[in-house]
């Protein structure tokens, strides 16, 4: 069964740093989106592509994050500076259809910024 | 905009014991609606999903959901749950209607299954 890829599993950072994290989509899923989920929370949408273009980033904090899919495969969500309340699971999914079936969500990253 | 509410943080129930899990949605346009489940440092996994047609929606590992839509709910139940059913579960909406548009989660609610 296909899967969304992503790495790394768990990051430890200090404040200050910063961090990135990668996803590789299920192949031909042209709509790939991150999530932020804190702990004891539901996910909330940070971004989301179709393709290579941005069709919403409404909830990024752009002062300190940025998220890009040159070539509307992978995507690479950054982090600078981290902040104590960036702490949470980072979660990729992708979808078809643009989301209406369901999407399939990676493994996600648990980053912890001391 | 759309939002969902679950109304249980946390559901403790005994192994072989049937289950219910609530939630509600508010939406001005008509949704799809699902469940995912998630275990401890994992992503999340689809278990079952409406999108039209028969209210009663089976899914994977023996759940089932009704979508109601004039309470606006889409309950989960399961007639007989495992301990290894213990995880958190997540109600989510997205709006039927075209272009671009997002999922929305509930805050979830944690399935606790004892011996």
């Known amino acids: 069964e296909a899967e969304v890829a992503q790495s790394p599993r768990y990051k430890i950072t200090e404040k200050s740093q910063a961090v990135a994290f990668w996803c590789d989509p299920i192949?031909?899923?042209?709509?790939l989106y991150w999530y932020r989920q804190i702990l004891g929370q539901g996910p909330e949408l940070l971004v989301q592509?179709?393709?290579?273009?941005?069709?919403?980033d409404s909830q990024l904090p752009k002062d300190r994050f940025s998220a890009e899919r040159l070539k509307g495969v992978d995507s690479t969500l950054k982090i600078q500076p981290a902040e104590l309340g960036d702490s949470a699971m980072y979660l990729c999914?992708?979808?078809?259809?643009?989301?209406?079936?369901?999407?399939?969500f990676g493994s996600g990253t648990r980053l912890t910024v001391v | 905009a759309q939002s969902v509410t679950q109304l249980d943080s946390q559901v403790p129930v005994f192994e072989e014991a049937p289950v219910e899990l609530r939630c509600n949605y508010s939406?001005?346009?008509?949704?799809?609606l699902f469940w995912y489940v998630q275990y401890p440092n994992q992503g999340l996994q689809l278990l079952l999903k409406?999108?039209?047609?028969?209210?009663l929606v089976k899914g994977i590992n023996g759940f089932e959901a009704e979508f109601n839509k004039s309470q606006t709910s889409f309950h989960l139940r399961k007639p007989s749950v495992h301990i290894s059913d213990t995880a958190e579960y997540f109600c989510?909406?997205?709006?039927?209607?075209?272009?671009?548009?997002?999922?929305?989660f509930g805050t979830g609610t944690r399935l606790l299954v004892s011996p």
């Open positions: 192949s031909g899923h042209a709509t």
């Open positions: 989510a909406v997205t709006p039927l209607r075209t272009g671009f548009q997002k999922l929305v």
């Open positions: 409406y999108l039209s047609g028969s209210t």
């Open positions: 592509f179709q393709d290579e273009s941005v069709v919403d």
């Open positions: 999914a992708s979808s078809l259809h643009q989301g209406r079936n369901g999407y399939t």
């Open positions: 939406s001005s346009v008509s949704v799809y």
